[in-house]
């Protein structure tokens, strides 16, 4: 079985800081990361994936996270964050031998005050 | 524009009485999936789909059916809907491949 503990539910941070949320994983086989993000009263989007390659990634709005398979760990990064990144973020895991099944974490609220 | 469209956005019914919940992708994916959302609880998939007529449980499958008799359309049912399936589910697509998820905007079930 797969499953992903976001370790921060609540982050509050001010503008222009940085920002770490984590995420660690656990699968007995390879998998597939995902970070997305929900803005107030909106469905998921896409941040960034890791399906393979570079352990770095990097996405939209200026997040990038790492993988680390030693660690089983995903977390995301922005080195200055912005009042409108304030919503709600979710780690999320696939394995790579059944990519419909996933499983979500249970979010982290990312709050930037001015 | 290529989308994910759930209907309805908002239904308030009565416990027992069957109801539907439709999806619909433009975009052709193969992957298609649903999940709840409770405070707290991140997002749990229901059922996902693969295919046309390939079906299998999510994490939370207990009160819920799915059908996939055309790849575009993935609708929830619920036969005798019960107060503890009042939630906001949403419906995702995906192409087989970029496994990037496609969410609908949401429905939110009252059950009295």
């Known amino acids: 079985a797969q499953s992903v503990t976001q370790l921060d539910s609540q982050v509050p941070v001010f503008e222009e800081a940085p920002v770490e949320l984590r995420c660690n994983y656990s699968s007995s086989v390879s998998v597939y990361l995902f970070w997305y993000v929900q803005y107030p009263n909106q469905g998921l989007q896409l941040l960034l994936k890791?399906?393979?390659?570079?352990?770095l990634v990097k996405g939209i709005n200026g997040f990038e996270a790492e993988f680390n398979k030693s660690q089983t760990s995903f977390h995301l990064r922005k080195p200055s964050v912005h009042i409108s990144d304030t919503a709600e973020y979710f780690c999320a895991v696939s394995k790579n031998t059944n990519a419909g099944k996933s499983t979500f974490g249970d979010g982290t609220t990312l709050t930037v005050k001015p | 524009e290529a989308q994910v469209t759930q209907n309805p956005r908002y239904l308030i019914t009565v416990t027992g009485k069957k109801l539907t919940v439709t999806c619909s992708q433009n975009?052709?994916?193969?992957?298609m999936s649903w999940y709840r959302q409770d405070p707290g609880l991140g997002l749990r998939q229901i059922y996902y789909?693969?295919?046309?007529?390939?079906?299998d449980k999510g994490d939370v499958p207990e009160g819920y059916k799915v059908s996939r008799k055309e790849k575009r359309n993935f609708p929830l049912i619920l036969e005798s809907p019960s107060p503890n399936q009042t939630s906001l589910y949403f419906c995702a697509s995906s192409l087989k491949g970029t496994h990037e998820q496609y969410f609908g905007p949401g429905t939110r079930l009252t059950v009295t």
């Open positions: 789909s693969m295919n046309v007529e390939v079906t």
């Open positions: 890791y399906l393979s390659g570079s352990t």
């Open positions: 975009m052709n994916h193969e992957y």
